[in-house]
């Protein structure tokens, strides 16, 4: 579970408008697995994922969701194409690999991608596997290419309390 839990950001920078016209980045989402204030405070529920095709929003999140069936598809088979990330991405997921793949293996099968919502100019995915549930933000660059690719555990369930008295 810790290496769950260890850095698994592939990138940082969040794109929006700004990075599809000149390459900057207009935000930053802040790494909320480090530093003592994310122990502290407790992370805001997330939105309730809906069970709704890429096709059925529209083309930009269509593409978003092909990107992330791609990526997964590779990291559990032959290995990852380079050439579907921007370059800096690429250079960062390389330098990572050989802790990332495993984990995307042990997921498990893919079983269902559900779109959460956008965020920054980025779209946001619940991806649920066989051995997991975890929630994905990918973004693209003006080039076309992935430029962020993040994962995580999604949260766990809170579970109520049985009352059996």
């Given at each position: 579970?810790?290496?769950?839990?260890?850095?698994?950001?592939?990138?940082?920078?969040?794109?929006?408008?700004?990075?599809?016209?000149?390459?900057?980045?207009?935000?930053?989402?802040?790494?909320?697995?480090?530093?003592?204030?994310?122990?502290?405070?407790?992370?805001?529920?997330?939105?309730?994922p809906r069970s709704v095709?890429?096709?059925?929003?529209?083309?930009?999140?269509?593409?978003?969701?092909?990107?992330?069936?791609?990526?997964?598809?590779?990291?559990?088979?032959?290995?990852?194409?380079?050439?579907?990330?921007?370059?800096?991405?690429?250079?960062?997921?390389?330098?990572?690999?050989?802790?990332?793949?495993?984990?995307?293996?042990?997921?498990?099968?893919?079983?269902?991608?559900?779109?959460?919502?956008?965020?920054?100019?980025?779209?946001?995915?619940?991806?649920?596997?066989?051995?997991a549930r975890t929630q994905?933000?990918?973004?693209?660059?003006?080039?076309?290419?992935?430029?962020?690719?993040?994962?995580?555990?999604?949260?766990?369930?809170?579970?109520?309390?049985?009352?059996?008295?």
């Amino acid at each position: 579970m810790k290496t769950l839990i260890a850095a698994l950001i592939l990138g940082m920078a969040v794109p929006s408008a700004a990075l599809a016209q000149d390459g900057a980045a207009a935000g930053r989402i802040p790494n909320t697995f480090d530093g003592p204030a994310a122990a502290q405070a407790a992370p805001p529920p997330a939105p309730e994922p809906r069970s709704v095709s890429g096709a059925e929003i529209g083309p930009d999140v269509k593409r978003s969701e092909d990107a992330l069936r791609a990526v997964v598809a590779q990291a559990q088979g032959e290995g990852l194409d380079y050439t579907m990330f921007s370059d800096s991405l690429a250079q960062r997921i390389r330098g990572q690999a050989a802790q990332i793949i495993p984990i995307i293996k042990g997921f498990g099968e893919l079983q269902e991608v559900i779109y959460v919502g956008q965020e920054q100019g980025a779209d946001l995915f619940a991806l649920d596997f066989a051995q997991a549930r975890t929630q994905w933000i990918i973004g693209f660059n003006a080039e076309d290419q992935i430029a962020v690719l993040l994962f995580r555990p999604a949260p766990a369930e809170p579970t109520t309390p049985s009352h059996d008295h």
